[in-house]
């Protein structure tokens, strides 16, 4: 079975602190995601990364960065939290060539 | 602009009924489609998916429908049961595909009642 671990449930974090979600996939996966989900919004892709030390914007980067030093790890920055990033964020990761993803279970980020 | 749509932002359906959740997309370059059921407090989970070259891909109770000329994709589900109350989002891949690159609709809240 896929494994898709995301390093926190909930979180609550200040306007201003620099926030760090963590994903970790345990299939080999070459690409990597990130979303955010909203109401009424669906999921909005923030990044991704096809390979280590690749990263490609997604349709709403602004406010965030990421990182992927090794493979199995694919890690979401908030440089300067900020209210209108309080969301559901959902970590997933893929096969190359393979269009279906795997998720995982999300993190409630609550910034106030 | 949402190139991928779900226009209903929600659907009750009686237990045993048939459970109709629809997509419409705007890129006639899309070629692959998939629908991803979401539990709360859960991430999203693949339930069937569908390549252009078809118009219909059946696994069980689930059955998905392409209309390429209409820009439309359907999902069926037959017959509804209460577990199937979930939120339901379809997703269109984006050219290249090494990239596995989706593109998400708004989701739709299915409630079966028994």
């Known amino acids: 079975d896929v494994k898709v671990t995301q390093s926190s449930r909930y979180l609550v974090k200040r306007t201003g602190e620099k926030v760090f979600l963590e994903c970790v996939q345990d299939?080999?996966?070459?690409?990597m995601f990130w979303y955010r989900q909203d109401p009424g919004l669906g999921l909005r892709l923030i990044y991704f990364?096809?390979?280590?030390?690749?990263?490609e914007k997604g349709d709403i980067p602004e406010g965030y960065s990421v990182s992927r030093e090794k493979k199995e790890r694919f890690s979401l920055i908030l440089e300067s939290a900020s209210t209108n990033q309080t969301s559901m964020y959902l970590c997933?990761?893929?096969?190359?060539?393979?269009?279906?993803?795997?998720f995982g279970p999300g993190t409630r980020l609550l910034v106030l | 602009d949402q190139q991928v749509k779900q226009n209903s932002p929600s659907l009750s359906v009686q237990e045993g009924r048939i459970s109709i959740l629809n997509c419409d997309y705007t890129?006639?370059?899309?070629?692959?489609f998939l629908w991803y059921k979401k539990y709360p407090a859960e991430g999203p989970t693949f339930l069937i998916s569908?390549?252009?070259?078809?118009d219909k891909n059946e696994d069980g109770r689930f059955t998905v429908f392409l209309n390429k000329s209409a820009k439309h994709l359907s999902l069926h589900i037959v017959p509804s049961q209460p577990g199937d109350s979930a939120v339901y989002f379809c997703?269109?891949?984006?050219?290249?595909?090494?990239?596995?690159?989706?593109?998400f609709g708004q989701g739709t809240t299915l409630q079966v009642k028994p």
């Open positions: 299939m080999d996966h070459e690409n």
């Open positions: 990364s096809y390979d280590v030390k690749m990263k």
């Open positions: 997933a990761s893929g096969h190359a060539e393979s269009e279906t993803q795997y």
């Open positions: 997703a269109a891949s984006v050219p290249p595909s090494n990239t596995g690159k989706l593109i």
């Open positions: 890129n006639s370059m899309f070629d692959y």
């Open positions: 569908i390549s252009s070259i078809k």
